[in-house]
Nanobody
Framework: QVQLVESGGGLVQPGGSLRLSCAAS????????MGWYRQVSGKQRELVAL???????TYSDSVKGRFTISRDNAKKTVYLQMTTLKPEDAAVYYC???????????????WGKGTQVTVSS
């Protein structure tokens, strides 16, 4: 029903910046939240930032003040502007779209395939 494609990952030096994009396609007939998660090999995937359908943003403590999440509803796209990148930010970043719970009680959550962010000097 929904497909997500991330872009914008790459190699940056510590202190540098990257802007990630995630474009959604398909039919979203309900309000939806979008977010970014990241995962290092061997570790659990963790929340980076969320933006709700109403525009409310949430950030993990580790990225507050450095990352900014935003969305363009017309383009069905979510962005993550990352600044002052640290080596510990290196990970595969995954886009997430949450349609919430449908009347039958089913929750629909979708994931992109991920984009690699490497922070190294």
């Amino acid at each position: 029903q929904v497909q997500l494609v991330e872009s914008g990952g790459g190699l940056v030096q510590p202190g540098g910046s990257l802007r990630l994009s995630c474009a959604a396609s398909g039919s979203m007939f309900r309000p939806y939240d979008m977010g970014w998660y990241r995962q290092v090999s061997g570790k659990q995937r963790e929340l980076v930032a969320l933006v709700s359908s109403s525009g409310t943003t949430t950030y993990s403590d580790s990225v507050k003040g450095r990352f900014t999440i935003s969305r363009d509803n017309a383009k069905k796209t979510v962005y993550l502007q990352m600044t002052t990148l640290k080596p510990e930010d290196a990970a595969v970043y995954y886009c997430n779209l949450d349609l919430g719970t449908f009347p039958d009680g089913t929750r629909y959550v979708y994931w992109g395939k991920g984009t690699q962010v490497t922070v190294s000097s």
